[in-house]
């Protein structure tokens, strides 16, 4: 009996060490912070008001350009990544570019565009928690202008310009240009609190997780917008594209999380793999 008892105890004190080294590695240390930020929630809400704000901008703004641009519908199925059967399903849940412009009210615009704002915040708010800052003053609410802008701005880019993500130079640009905006975003919603060298893993890190969607939304989106779309019609389609605004969500906030664990930790492993190099280079008299 003793003996059990001495047994337990012993396995119950290795999983206790085992805890706590886990708790104190970067692993433990990245949950911990993914729990403090409440990154579901967050992707949820960046989904909810990215489907009822920028999809609409987006498609009134992808209309001023008919003869050269794509059109949201099109820019949207591409940018799911998914296949042309599923872009078609895609397709059919938008209006034409013409058609947008002709039926948009003033009052409709600017009520997206205060959604917009809200949109901003959230997104801010997100990286603030990630870095563990206070909230920006009320004053600094024209960096939301700012960045909204700069968002439209970047997205009809990527509508219009005719560059395919398939080619070598069109996978570069697009990766180049979405480390550049991610890097941008985090400075200026921050309000410069945080140093860009800081910044960088964080939207380097936004970029790879988005490549992966892209990969996941192929392999997994593209059959269930066509599943769902003969099961519940067109309701099934926008079930799909929220989850995916759920999952950009989940890039976003994800990312600069995890740039911020590579920031910390780097110089740390660094610093570990210096003192063992020194240590191996000792003379054995010196030890």
Known sequence: ?????????????????????ISRSPVGRGWRRSSDLDLV????????????????LL????????????????????????????????EQLFTRPGQALRTTTVFGIVVLAAFG?????????GYEKVWDLPPARWWARWRHVVWLG????????????TLRP????????????????????QRILLGGRVRWYALLPGAV???????????????V???????????????????????WLVGVGLVVFGGALVGRLLHEELPRVVRALKRRGHGADARPEDR
């Open 59 to 90: 498609i009134i703004v992808s209309s001023a350009d008919p003869e050269h641009g794509r059109g949201f519908a099109q820019w949207l199925g591409e940018g799911l990544g998914v296949s042309t059967a599923s872009r078609e399903r895609v």
């Open 205 to 219: 890190a936004t970029m790879v997780g988005l490549l992966g969607l892209r990969v996941f939304s192929l392999l």
């Open 166 to 185: 398939e080619s070598l130079a069109g996978a570069f640009a697009a990766s180049l240009s979405a480390v550049l905006f991610f890097w941008w975003s």
């Open 117 to 125: 704002l809200a949109f901003g915040v959230a997104v801010q708010s």
């Open 150 to 161: 700069v968002l439209i701005g970047y997205l009809f880019a990527s509508a219009t310009i």
């Open 1 to 21: 009996m003793l003996m059990k008892t001495s047994g337990a105890a012993g396995r119950s004190s290795l999983f206790a060490r085992l805890g706590r080294v």
């Open 221 to 243: 989106y593209s059959p269930l917008i066509a599943s769902n779309a003969i099961t519940y019609g067109p309701v099934g389609t926008v079930l799909v594209i929220q989850s």
């Open 41 to 56: 929630q967050r992707s949820l809400g960046f989904a909810a008001l990215g489907f009822i704000t920028l999809v609409p």
